[in-house]
Nanobody, 126 residues
Framework: QVQLRESGGGSVEAGGSLRLSCVASGSTYRRNCWGWFRQVPGKEREGVAA????????YYDDSVKGRFTISQDDAKVTVYLQMNSLKPEDSAMYSC???????????????????WGQGTQVTVSS
């Protein structure tokens, strides 16, 4: 069983930056893809970024390319989401998740993930 805990959310002005962290504990088994998702009330959860643990290959939604960077620590127990040039439309609850597959071709589909954190709120004011 994998437990995930996010931190780093907060309130910033447009153009600002935040770095989210997701720390994993428990089993390392079947933790091949880390994903960051976000959701606002009344809308579907959307994939923001993902990274394949073994290769370090990263994937991004078009809306965040060039502004967000996903990375992992050497021990592969923490994943980060560096968010720069934040916009009001980036405001959402951000959650991390892990999937037992390589991220390629599956990372945006949230049912593929089998463990989720509680989420951390990001609010960007204009």
């Amino acid at each position: 069983q994998v437990q995930l805990r996010e931190s780093g959310g907060g309130s910033v002005e447009a153009g600002g930056s935040l770095r989210l962290s997701c720390v994993a504990s428990g089993s390392t088994y079947r933790r091949n893809c880390w994903g960051w998702f976000r959701q606002v009330p009344g809308k579907e959860r959307e994939g923001v970024a993902a990274i394949t643990t073994n290769t370090g290959s990263s994937y991004y939604d078009d809306s965040v390319k060039g502004r967000f960077t996903i990375s992992q620590d050497d021990a592969k127990v923490t994943v980060y989401l560096q968010m720069n040039s934040l916009k009001p439309e980036d405001s959402a609850m951000y959650s991390c998740a892990v999937a037992p597959y390589s991220c390629e071709n599956i990372w945006t589909h949230f049912p593929n993930y089998n463990a989720w954190g509680q989420g951390t709120q990001v609010t960007v004011s204009s």
